[in-house]
C-alpha cells in the first residue's frame, strides 16, 4: 500500500520561513510528478508547486520569488521551501504525487499540513 505524509508545518510570523516535506511510502516503481496544493478556509483548492520526474517546476504567480520545490528522489521526498511569508499563504497544504504501481499509475493525496502565518 503507498501513502504520502507530509509534514513541516506551523505557526510563523510574516516574512519568516518554513519547509514542508513529502515522502512517499510503500511499494512502488517511479514516482511522476509530485505538487503542493494548498486550501484556505472558504476557498478552493490550488496548485501552488509542481515537480515533475525530470525536475522541472512551475509555481503559481503568488508564490512566484519566494518559494523553492524540490526532490530527492532517492529518498521518495519533495520539498516546498517557503520564505518571506505571508499572512495570504495561511493554508492546509497538500501534497499530491502520481506513482505507478505494479496495476498501473493512481494518484495519491496526503493529509494535508497546516501552515498559519500572523502576528
Known amino acids: 500500500q503507498v501513502h504520502v505524509v507530509e509534514s513541516g508545518g506551523g505557526l510563523v510570523q510574516p516574512g519568516g520561513s518554513l519547509r514542508l516535506s513529502c515522502v512517499a511510502f510503500?511499494?512502488?516503481?517511479?514516482?511522476?510528478?509530485i505538487d503542493w496544493y494548498r486550501q484556505a478556509p472558504g476557498k478552493q483548492r490550488e496548485l501552488v508547486a509542481a515537480?515533475?520526474?525530470?525536475?522541472?517546476?512551475r509555481y503559481v504567480d503568488s508564490v512566484k520569488g519566494r518559494f523553492t520545490i524540490s526532490r530527492d528522489n532517492a529518498k521518495n521526498t519533495v520539498y516546498l521551501q517557503m520564505n518571506s511569508l505571508k499572512p495570504e499563504d495561511t493554508a492546509v497544504y497538500y501534497c499530491?504525487?502520481?506513482?505507478?504501481?505494479?496495476?498501473?499509475?493512481?494518484?495519491?493525496w496526503g493529509q494535508g499540513t497546516q501552515v498559519t502565518v500572523s502576528s
Open positions: 499530491y504525487a502520481r506513482i505507478s504501481i505494479m496495476t498501473g499509475e493512481y494518484d495519491y
Open positions: 510503500g511499494t512502488f516503481f517511479s514516482i511522476h510528478d
Open positions: 515537480i515533475a520526474k525530470g525536475g522541472g517546476t
